[in-house]
């Protein structure tokens, strides 16, 4: 059984930054893409940023481009999101995900393993 557990998650001030960590229990994920979506209450989950199993190649959503920062230390098999300059609307549940196939994504049935989230809150 695969895990993923997240952490970082907690409370800060809007402009602030949190730094999440995602660490996955098999080695094997490091030969595979993996990303971060988020879900705010009452709305679904959306993709944030995903990275490739090198780290070559990363992609974001257009709403928190320049802000986050995805990468990847594949000698610990864990994977990582800098959130800088965040926003009352980057409230959320944040949850890291892992592919077990080839390739790369940015919806969430790219992805066939999931942690269990972390809080984000940004107040104003």
């Known amino acids: 059984q695969v895990q993923l557990v997240e952490s970082g998650g907690g409370l800060v001030q809007a402009g602030g930054s949190l730094r999440l960590s995602c660490a996955a229990s098999?080695?094997?994920?490091?030969?595979?893409?993996m990303g971060w979506f988020r879900q705010a209450p009452g709305k679904e989950r959306e993709f944030v940023a995903t990275?490739?199993?090198?780290?070559?190649?990363?992609y974001y959503a257009d709403s928190v481009k320049g802000r986050f920062t995805i990468s990847r230390d594949n000698a610990k098999n864990t994977v990582y999101l800098q959130m800088n300059s965040l926003k009352p609307e980057d409230t959320a549940v944040y949850y890291c995900a892992a592919r077990s196939r080839d390739g790369f994504g940015i919806t969430r049935t790219d992805y066939d393993y999931w942690g269990q989230g972390t809080q984000v809150t940004v107040s104003s």
């Open positions: 990275i490739s199993w090198n780290g070559g190649r990363t």
């Open positions: 098999r080695r094997t994920f490091s030969r595979n893409a």
